[in-house]
């Protein structure tokens, strides 16, 4: 039988390898947070991994789908009540949420946002798409400043909800093409229809110019999210600026990169490449000591 500490250390290893393997844009500002805390923000992000991969699992019905996502909330559930789950990364995952106090309505709202997700295949309007990203993102920035630690400014987690928001409104923009393939589009279907588009004329770029204005349009709405929580940062604990100036910085490059060019959205998937990431990550390092611009 193993100790119960060597079981917690198991638990964080693992859902620090989820992250390396996984967190393709996250990995590179995550590592820059310290200890405890860089471990906490694995055992959060690895919890959301297994939310999403039961929301996506290939090859299963959408009600045994459901069924595994109220399962999954109920582990949850137990996890906030004290109870000890015998997985290692769950018992991580619980460990985080005691240390920090963390609450547990921003994860009821992530597993709200999956459950959604189960039945997506066209957005209405721009109220629906911001609700989804206040479910699957800004649930997750108020998460992150609990774990960072701020100063208490009012106006902290109002800023973490926009940061998130910018985020998901990126990735929305960037994955058109794959989230089409899997029979889905977050766009609002209004503003398409506004733009004298719909999705196939998108995906296809039949109208060049009309495809362009309509994908600037989108990018502004995200860039609005960007300008809003660009104070966030200097309110969070010293330690942890890197962390999040650094995944701010990758996010809003991949942004800007799609402004520039929007027809990439259905040519490629527009990233970063690992160096450039991590010239980011190097970055961040001089920014929390006041030195980056």
């Not at 966030?232 to 010293?238: F, I």
């Not at 490059?253 to 990233?271: A, K, N």
Request: aromatic share 10%.
């Amino acid at each position: 039988m193993t100790s119960p500490d060597l079981d917690l250390a198991r638990g964080y290893d693992a859902c620090g390898r989820i992250v390396k393997s996984r967190a393709r844009n996250f990995w590179y500002g995550l590592r820059l947070t310290p200890e405890p805390k860089r471990s906490a923000l694995y055992a959060i992000y690895a919890w959301m991994r297994e939310a999403d991969d039961i929301a996506d699992e290939e090859g299963a019905t959408l009600d045994v789908r459901r069924l595994d996502l109220d399962a999954f909330r109920v582990r949850t559930h137990r996890i906030f009540l004290g109870e000890t789950d015998p997985d290692p990364r769950w018992r991580a995952f619980g460990d985080t949420v005691q240390r920090y106090a963390l609450p547990r309505a921003p994860f009821d709202a992530m597993i709200d946002g999956q459950d959604a997700d189960l039945d997506w295949t066209t957005c209405a309007d721009r109220p629906v798409l911001e609700r989804f990203c206040w479910q699957v993102a800004s649930t997750v920035g108020l998460i992150c400043v609990r774990i960072w630690g701020h100063d208490g400014d009012p106006d902290v987690e109002r800023m973490a909800v926009d940061r998130g928001k910018a985020f998901q409104l990126t990735n929305v923009i960037r994955d058109l093409r794959e989230d089409h393939g899997r029979m889905r589009t977050y766009l609002p279907a209004d503003e398409l229809e506004a733009a004298g588009l719909d999705l196939d004329a998108l995906i296809s770029w039949r109208d060049a110019a009309r495809c362009d204005d309509f994908v600037r349009g989108q990018v502004a709405h995200a860039e609005a999210y960007f300008r809003a929580s660009a104070g966030l940062d200097a309110h969070l604990s010293e330690e942890c600026r890197a962390t999040s100036w650094a995944m701010t910085r990758i996010y809003h490059e991949l942004l800007r990169r799609i402004e520039r060019d929007p027809s990439r959205i259905v040519r490629e998937r527009v990233g970063l490449g690992s160096i450039r990431k991590m010239a980011i990550a190097w970055r961040a390092r001089r920014y929390a000591r006041g030195v980056a611009s």
